[in-house]
């Protein structure tokens, strides 16, 4: 709906035919029209003439969006991935343009660091984050942007989901030699984060001490 914002600028005797109207908002319909008057009596005014609406110029946001959220969703083919959902809402307030999309990253953070940012574009209010490392720690950002720029971010955490690793699935052990054990063992079917290393331990039958590497 047009807004109109009446203001009389009286310019005086000049043959100009432009003025610059100043202190103007961004990117907000205004209605232009003109009237010429000769003397100062108000019956000699000319008769207006028809309105011309025009926008300011846009300017990128000032806010960020609203209400980010996330949740996640474990891939159960493949035990070290998951897919982040997201949701927000358009900017409230100081959009200063038309909202063409929204910059979505997903920045691996790696102890106090940044590590690798991944990068999409999306126009509507909702993302499917695909295929993350489950095990890594991630800071998710979502900027509006309009045809002047891109906006304030808005982010949230993204935790790390390592906890202990189920136990082994199988064990096995066979003599090589007379002074040679050969262990083998399948991995964990849930490994809980990423697997640094395995800890082997043996003991002769009827003793207490155990030995490691």
């Known amino acids: 709906m047009r807004t109109l914002f009446p203001q009389v600028v009286a310019i005086g005797r000049t043959n100009s035919l432009e003025y610059l109207l100043r202190g103007l908002d961004p990117y907000t319909e205004y209605a232009i029209r003109l009237a010429a008057r000769f003397g100062l009596d108000e019956k000699n005014w000319s008769e207006w003439t028809p309105e011309e609406a025009v926008y300011t110029r846009q300017l990128p946001p000032s806010e960020t969006?609203?209400?980010?959220?996330?949740?996640?969703e474990f891939i159960l083919s493949d035990?070290?991935?998951?897919?982040?959902?997201?949701?927000?809402?358009?900017?409230v307030q100081n959009?200063?343009?038309f909202i063409l999309g929204y910059h979505i990253e997903a920045v691996q953070m790696e102890g106090t660091?940044?590590?690798?940012?991944l990068k999409w574009n999306s126009t509507s209010t909702w993302f499917r984050v695909q295929r993350l490392q489950r095990y890594f720690p991630y800071r998710i950002k979502v900027a509006a942007f309009n045809q002047a720029g891109t906006g304030p971010w808005a982010s949230?955490?993204?935790?790390?989901?390592t906890i202990a690793p189920a136990a082994l699935e199988w064990v096995q052990?066979?003599?090589l030699t007379t002074?040679?054990?050969?262990?083998?063992?399948?991995?964990?079917?849930?490994p809980n984060g990423?697997?640094?290393?395995?800890?082997?331990?043996?003991?002769?039958?009827?003793?207490?001490?155990?030995y490691e590497e």
């Not at 969006?65 to 996640?72: A, S």
């Not at 949230?156 to 989901?161: L, M, R, T």
């Not at 002074?179 to 964990?188: C, D, F, K, L, R």
């Open 173 to 175: 052990a066979a003599a």
């Open 113 to 117: 660091e940044n590590g690798a940012v």
């Open 65 to 72: 969006v609203g209400n980010l959220t996330v949740w996640e």
């Open 179 to 190: 002074t040679s054990i050969n262990v083998t063992w399948g991995a964990p079917s849930q």
């Open 194 to 210: 990423i697997i640094l290393n395995y800890i082997v331990q043996w003991r002769k039958s009827g003793e207490e001490k155990w």
């Open 95 to 97: 959009r200063r343009g």
């Open 79 to 91: 035990p070290y991935l998951r897919d982040v959902v997201l949701l927000w809402e358009l900017p």
């Open 156 to 161: 949230v955490p993204i935790d790390d989901q």
